[in-house]
């Protein structure tokens, strides 16, 4: 954002939305860690930054001081549209994640493995003969926005619209709320439409699971049918975007790691794991709702914490050489996919993805290198939005 | 002399979140519920061989939900 006052020091007036952060924010954690391990802000009307990852587990396991009902850090509070389970604490929060967490098991994602592939490979191909591409728009980005809408039985080519209505609810949105309120409604319409056609002529994809799912014990509503459909939009195509887009980064410039998954793909699992470490995409947010304190910090109520999945992954207290991708690191209990009950319901889906676009990249093109600017995101999401690659 | 050592592992439910880990690193002292939450395998003993597999089950639980005993 254009005009924001320069940072005075990072441990009493840090902005997350502050360029040098955006562009590394590793040093600035580091340093933290270091002198000021739960840091504070005015910036934002008040904001704590923890950036150890015990720190942050403690965060993330106490839902009574700290709540998700706004789990983004903004300017101005936004109105609270509330998107259960991301937004709900217990007991409400349990009802509404095990809706979810069948169609996304480790097993229910393994038949979706042979469609990413070849996903991947249409996409490659549209790109393999020109001898580069932009990894982030042409690659990352399509890669879950085809896949989610292969899911739901919707036409995957609708991608444009999905990444239109995500960044006006995401970013405009922000500062914006007829946008936020548009694109919300353009949504709903949307996925409206698809519930009454699979009321209709159920079939075997993710909106008509839903629709026959129990809530409760209760069948599912159309409403929350609409805001399942809503928040697993929102919630799985930036953040594996981003992923894939810092994973592809990675390996463009580490010639070393990229040569060693060419010759051992079978070290792919445990170098997208460490991928996910080094670069965790996504740093969540709470409310402090009642007064408490952490690590010898009061946490006021009515302020927001940075929940740092991403700071908590390079602690070097519980990873050795936490600043190094190692890639083919062995014990490796990283946190970007969250701690506790919100644990993201996509992992498994996220996980497969992330491999499968790995795996087929460096097969199809081995030897790549960055050509140009890359271009990062800043705030909840964290990973390349341009990366130029030139193939070899 | 003694008898060569028993492993075997076991899943805290109260603290397993699903994250998967404890299952894709040794698939076969594990098994997953229909919402992807983990338990031990049958009594959860460790077969020769696989020792190392449960300690990396261990080691790469977000959750701190895997233990290991020695019996
Ligand atoms: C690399 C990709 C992804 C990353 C890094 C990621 C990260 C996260 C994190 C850190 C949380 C915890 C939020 C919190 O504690 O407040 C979360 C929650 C969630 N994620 Fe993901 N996510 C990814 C992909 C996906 C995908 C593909 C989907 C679904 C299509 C998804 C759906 C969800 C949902 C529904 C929740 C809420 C769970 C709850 O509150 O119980 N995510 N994700
Ligand atoms: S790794 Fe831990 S949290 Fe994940 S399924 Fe296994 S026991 Fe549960």
Redesign the pocket.
Known sequence: MAGRPPVKDWSTDFDHLDPAWVADPFPIWDEMRKTCPIAHTERFNGVYFASRYADVRAV?YDTEHFS?RR?VVRETPPPRIPAP??T?DPPE?RA??MV?LPP?TADAIKKLEPRARALCNELIDSFVGRGGCDAAVEYAQEI?TRL?AHMMDLPEGDGDLYRKWIHEILEVGITDQRVLMQAVGDMTRYFAAAVEQRKQQPGDDLISYLLHARFNGEPMTSDNVLGCLR??LI???D??W??IGSSIWHLARTPQDRRRLVAEPGLVPIAVEEL?RAY???T?A?EVVKQTSINGCTFEPGQMVL?S?PAACRDPEVFPNAEKVVIDRKENRHA????????????N??RM??MVAVEELVKRIPEFCLDGEVTWSEGTVRGPRKLPLRFH | MPNPKTLRVRVDANKCQGHNRCKAVAPELFELDEYGNARASGDGRVPPGQEEMASLAKSNCPEFAVEVIEE
């Open positions: 993330a998700s789990v389970p991301i709900s929060h509404a994640r979810l996304f879950p989610i928040l697993l919630a799985g195509i953040t594996t981003s992923g996910l965790a995409p996504v969540m709470r929940l999945f970007a996919f969250g701690l506790g009950i919100h644990r993201c319901v996509g992992s889906l996220a993805e992330l």
